[in-house]
């Protein structure tokens, strides 16, 4: 059963920590070299679904492994630690320099594709990757937690996607920072209250 408290909580906390991310960075400049929002929409949507599903998959093995191997004690303990790190991870701005050099490898092949290529490689490593593997950990239910997790990144990408520059001058990002390093911080606690 497609659990609804896994999907809100991925959806918020990605959606917050995705705001002045780097791949945030990297929606922005596809939509200015590009100006077509609808493939780079699109692109990103399954960039970030399969990311994401990949994540969350090694979350729910790695979920497993631990329990079995250690108890559920050092999965409380690992995701505590993991949500704290990724709280203050959260607090570092993101640069968009990286974004135009891998763009500038794709740019030829269109909107779409160099968005989904660019989207899924800029996204390897990133917090909200991670924070999907520990999701998927935390909530039995991987669909909820994939679905939630992109939910979160198209709420957070799609108004750059749609409103570009004008939408990047008013956000104020040290706010969002300390607003996503919270959630985690929250998460944090709430593992080890488990």
């Not at 705001?19 to 929002?37: E, H, S, Y």
């Not at 290529?117 to 239910?141: C, H, N, W, Y």
């Not at 996503?180 to 998460?187: S, Y």
Request: proline residues 4%; glycine residues 10%.
């Amino acid at each position: 059963m497609f659990s609804l408290h896994a999907f809100a909580i991925s959806t918020g906390l990605v959606a917050v920590a995705e705001i002045g991310d780097k791949t945030q960075l990297l929606a922005l400049l596809l939509t200015l070299k590009f100006r077509k929002p609808w493939p780079i929409l699109g692109g990103m949507l399954a960039a970030t679904l399969v990311n994401h599903a990949g994540a969350g998959a090694v979350g729910h093995y790695l979920e497993a492994l631990i329990v079995d191997w250690a108890g559920p004690e050092l999965l409380r303990w690992g995701l505590a630690f993991g949500f704290a790190a990724m709280a203050f991870w959260a607090l570092i701005p993101d640069k968009i320099e990286e974004e135009e050099d891998e763009l500038g490898r794709w740019r030829r092949m269109g909107a779409f594709v160099t968005t989904l290529i660019s989207f899924f490689l800029v996204e390897m490593g990133d917090k909200t990757q991670i924070a999907t593997v520990a999701l998927a950990a935390r909530f039995p239910d991987l669909v909820a937690v994939v679905a939630g997790t992109t939910c979160g990144m198209v709420l957070a990408n799609a108004p750059v996607i749609f409103f570009g520059n004008k939408l990047a001058a008013k956000m104020p990002l040290k706010y969002v920072r300390w607003s996503a390093a919270a959630c985690f911080g929250g998460l944090a606690v709430g593992a080890v209250m488990l």
